[in-house]
């Protein structure tokens, strides 16, 4: 789990990196590996300790910040703009346009 500043840095990081701009994938590595087109943010709430990210078209994802263990904001990976790590050996990472 993260600390309360390193959850504010976090939701700082989304709201000045990635509000309005395109988040052309998000690709989740564990278990079972997915990628998900996302689209333009639209929106970035915080309540409860969860972060939820609109896209314009309405689209949604969830971050649970006590689920977070790590956060790269500065990855070495083509394209990657931030990497997060969480819980039960999920990595997460981020990609915009």
Request: charged letters at 30%; proline letters at 4%.
């Given at each position: 789990m993260i600390?309360?500043?390193s959850?504010?840095?976090f939701v700082k990081f989304f709201r000045e990196k990635l509000?309005?701009?395109?988040?052309?994938?998000i690709e989740i590595i564990s278990v079972i590996?997915?990628?998900m087109d996302f689209?333009?943010?639209g929106n970035i709430d915080v309540a409860d300790d969860k972060v939820s990210v609109w896209s314009t078209e309405n689209e949604v994802f969830w971050i649970?910040?006590?689920d977070v263990t790590a956060v790269n904001y500065d990855?070495?990976?083509e394209d990657v703009c931030l990497v997060i790590e969480a819980k039960n050996d999920v990595k997460v990472q981020f990609y915009v346009e």
């Open positions: 600390t309360l500043s959850k504010i840095e509000f309005g701009k395109n988040l052309k994938c590996e997915c990628t689209g333009v943010v649970n910040l006590d990855p070495r990976e």
